[in-house]
């Protein structure tokens, strides 16, 4: 079968369907959670969407109490696991193009989920139908493993394994090619600003709405004799690059500011709105509980994603950097300051030790430290065979070599004994997942739906080769 031909023929259905399930708004929402719709409609709204369309392939298909759910095929003992997602992050700010349309131009698809997981999630699912209508014999079952909580806390796959068998093998079209054998720990830390007395400097602050994004807006409400307050802060947006606005009302001043969302698994990619208007904040506080805030701010994240100050960091040979991301930050004058940080750790981080260093050199600070959250890191060994067969496969179909990575996100593959994270990102195209105006190229999808079939068909039968299908 020449899978890549195969993809060709069905680009317009591949097309429509990933314009239909990013027209479903699927993020989370709390507030409207029943136990019926338990991440709120949308996120449901999306898995059934997709389970309709196994049905309508002739699939067998399950409903995981509207959390997760699968579609499976073939026979066997074994299981194949393709863990994908259907909830995505909030839009944010600075779009372009309509995040939920679909639209396509310059040889792209735009929308939220486009790379993150609807393109892959699509690619993945066309490839099964693939590989069914080719009449590969399979000896293994074939599950594509469809979640709705990943951006959150993978509350989904979580309720999904206590009911359902686990893959034996598996991977997760969630991140990049060639393949993730390395997945870093992901915690959520809390700073707390210790009780004290409010000055009436700082009325409120609010940056950010998950951990696992950088902050692309941030607004703060002061009050007191600021001189010159409107000029410098003018000043500082020009100097570094920012939009933002600053209005005065009586003694009263209400800022907002600008940044660049990212994902959180390399912060370094965005600007941080919260972090920058704290920074500005704090060259015009003087003592107290709200100079304390900002200069807490300040010291453990401006200019800073790899926990040096908090005594948090850390790296090894194989995952590389540890890194903080400060996704949300708040502060209210009766409870002062909370940040909450997504840490994405080291694989052979010593946890309990750098926390236990963390929590006693901020005895003397303003804050203190809560591990909210933690996912252990994940590894499977260079060596296993399942990454041997999806380094043959992916070699085959692109021609470059098939190297082993390690990353700061976080995906499905860490959920399953025996899982690696495999696409849907090539080398060289720009990580645009939690960014505005995301988007997937349109010949990317289809090459990795030509890929997934390949390697879904020899994962889950005796066909050990590929045969004429190199790019």
Wanted: hydrophobic share 35%.
């Amino acid at each position: 079968m020449n899978w890549k031909s195969e993809s060709l023929k069905r680009k317009k259905d591949i097309l429509n369907d990933l314009q239909n399930l990013i027209a479903i708004p699927s993020i989370l929402n709390e507030e409207l959670a029943t136990e019926n719709e338990p991440f709120g409609p949308e996120p449901k709204r999306a898995l059934e969407w997709l389970l309709e369309e196994g049905r309508k392939a002739g699939m067998d298909v399950k409903n995981v109490d509207n959390m997760a759910g699968h579609i499976e095929m073939g026979t066997g003992k074994e299981i194949l696991g393709i863990l994908c997602h259907v909830d995505v992050v909030p839009v944010g700010n600075n779009w372009v193009h309509d995040p939920f349309a679909g639209d396509i131009e310059d040889g792209k698809l735009f929308g939220r989920g486009a790379i993150d997981d609807k393109g892959p999630t699509i690619a993945a699912w066309h490839a099964m139908k693939m590989v069914k209508d080719s009449g590969v014999k399979l000896d293994k079952r074939i599950r594509l493993i469809i979640g709705t909580d990943e951006e959150t806390d993978f509350r989904c796959v979580n309720r999904y394994f206590e009911k359902e068998q686990m893959p034996h093998i598996g991977f997760a079209p969630d991140a990049d090619f060639p393949i993730i054998n390395a997945e870093k720990g992901i915690s959520t830390l809390v700073f707390q600003q210790k009780k004290e007395p409010a000055d009436g400097q700082l009325l409120s602050f609010r940056s950010g709405e998950r951990t696992n994004m950088v902050p692309d807006y941030a607004e703060a409400s002061i009050s007191g004799v600021f001189e010159k307050c409107e000029e410098q802060f003018h000043t500082f947006v020009n100097n570094n690059g920012l939009t933002g606005t600053i209005q005065k009302a009586g003694n009263a001043y209400t800022l907002n500011l600008h940044g660049k969302s990212a994902h959180a698994m390399e912060p370094d990619l965005g600007i941080n709105a919260g972090v920058l208007l704290a920074t500005f904040l704090n060259g015009i506080f003087s003592e107290g509980q709200s100079k304390n805030f900002s200069q807490f701010v300040v010291d453990a994240f401006s200019n800073e994603s790899r926990g040096r100050y908090l005594m948090l960091d850390f790296n090894d040979e194989i995952s590389g950097d540890t890194t903080l991301n400060a996704g949300i930050i708040i502060f209210e004058p009766d409870s002062g300051g909370e940040v909450n940080v997504s840490m994405r750790y080291s694989v052979t981080y010593p946890f309990e030790e750098k926390l236990t260093s963390c929590m006693e050199g901020l005895k003397r600070s303003a804050f203190s430290v809560d591990c909210q959250s933690n996912s252990l890191p994940h590894h499977v060994d260079a060596n296993d065979p399942l990454i041997k067969i999806l380094q043959d496969v992916y070699t085959q179909h692109t021609n470059e070599p098939a190297n082993l990575m390690a990353i700061g996100g976080g995906t499905y593959a860490r959920t399953m004994d025996k899982g690696v994270a495999f696409g849907m990102l090539f080398p060289g195209r720009d990580d645009v997942a939690h960014q505005a105006d995301e988007y997937v190229y349109i010949e990317d999808l289809l090459q990795s739906t030509a890929i997934y079939a390949d390697a879904i068909s020899r994962l889950a039968s005796n066909r050990q080769e590929s045969k004429g299908e190199k790019a």
